[in-house]
């Protein structure tokens, strides 16, 4: 039912792994090295998805010079994730950190001082309602308190963002079920394919199978994209060449079933909020997921993209509305001074932020944890 191809290396052989797209009792099973992308099968109709399907179209391995990201260089190896946050954090915090240097040097605290603060909070992209919900807790703070002097302010704002953010700090826990299907989302560029490589990587190194479907039928090289990393992480990938997005990801899901994978990520493709048909296709999607395995997806992540500031708040929204948003990652947090948007969310759309990103190597995506990242913007 599927083609097979094996990339071969002049290293370390594979060892094979046995997969079977549709488990039978008389079926024999076909034998495929681990790196091996999978061709999947045409569109399996939404309204009988146990119908056999077709022969596949072949799966393309992907060109060279679509490459997946390096692995960390030996500089970044001996920082801690907090020093890599911090690092990665350096634009938000230098335009955050300066302005503030000001307000907290010293002098009492009075209306003018809030009104500076306000200002400085706005510019960091925290979004007017999450601006105004830390002034007043800074405020009552102060009161409480009996602070005096500004130097004080430091502290009072510290702890009033971590009660603000620390709500979204809830790591992904992917025990339970098997396979465990995680649908990505995101508009084009965000960096959802990314995203998908890195996380793979992620729960390859706490000794968990991986399967990758290449759920991103429109974008040009998006398949090609996932096939290298799936080849160079060694991880299964099911593929066709065009076809439905929906297709892709219930094949994907029985070739897990069949195979005993522990996760399934499931590539979609990106469309923009506005565009109202587009959003309905991934509907079916994940009615074609759950149709595949009724409890399924178990997890939707929104990934996006932090340099976007404001505009983030209007996708989570669209996507929660349309999907029922379980996670978010926030990627290239490194490339912008907009990381104060995470404050907007936790006060707007509090949905979970499962993952951050802070650079261009495959181990630059780790659990969000609210401390380090205060921690990162002030100190």
């Known amino acids: 039912m599927f083609s097979f191809f094996k990339r071969k290396t002049q290293s370390e052989p594979t060892p094979p792994a046995t997969v079977q797209t549709e488990p039978a009792a008389d079926a024999q099973p076909a034998t495929l090295p681990a790196t091996a992308p999978l061709a999947a099968q045409p569109e399996t109709p939404a309204s ?24 960390a260089p030996a500089s970044l190896k001996k920082m801690s994730w907090a020093e890599r946050l911090k690092a990665g954090l350096s634009k938000t915090r230098d335009k955050l950190g300066k302005s503030l240097a000001g307000l907290f040097g010293g002098g009492k605290i009075d209306e003018d001082l809030y009104e500076e603060l306000e200002t400085v909070l706005l510019t960091a992209d925290m979004g007017v309602d999450a601006t105004l919900h830390l002034l007043g807790d800074v405020r009552e703070r102060v009161s409480l308190k009996g602070l005096k002097d500004a130097s004080e302010l430091k502290d009072a704002l510290k702890e009033s963002l971590s009660d603000l953010i620390s709500p979204l700090e809830k790591p992904l826990d992917v025990s339970g079920k098997k396979p465990f299907v995680i649908m990505m989302a995101g508009v084009n560029g965000a960096g959802k394919t990314t995203s998908i490589g890195k996380l793979a990587k992620y729960y390859q190194s706490q000794g968990k199978s991986v399967l990758l479907a290449a759920g991103d039928t429109f974008r040009a090289a998006a398949r090609e994209q996932l096939m290298a990393w799936g080849e160079r992480n060694n991880v299964t990938v099911i593929a066709q060449q065009g076809g439905d997005s929906a297709a892709v990801c219930y094949d994907a899901i029985q070739a897990a079933v069949a195979r005993g994978i522990d996760i399934v990520l499931a590539d979609t493709a990106g469309r923009l909020p506005t565009q109202l048909h587009l959003m309905e296709e991934i509907k079916k999607v994940k009615r074609v997921i759950q149709k595949a395995l009724p409890d399924a997806p178990h997890e939707i992540i929104l990934v996006l993209d932090a340099n976007i500031g404001q505009n983030a708040i209007n996708q989570v929204k669209t996507f929660d509305d349309a999907l029922g948003l379980t996670g978010l990652i926030l990627s290239k947090l490194d490339g912008t001074a907009k990381g104060g948007v995470i404050a907007a969310i936790a006060k707007q759309r509090p949905v979970p ?15 969000f944890q609210a401390k380090d990242y205060i921690d990162a913007l002030f100190d």
Do not use: C, K, N
């Not at 146990?50 to 679509?66: D, G, I, K, L, R």
């Not at 990103?357 to 630059?364: L, Q």
């Open 48 to 71: 009988a998805p146990q119908q056999a399907a077709p022969e596949p179209t072949p799966a393309v391995t992907a060109p060279s010079a679509v490459a997946p990201l390096d692995p």
């Open 353 to 367: 932020l499962r993952f951050v990103g802070v650079g261009e190597s495959i181990d630059d995506l780790r659990p």
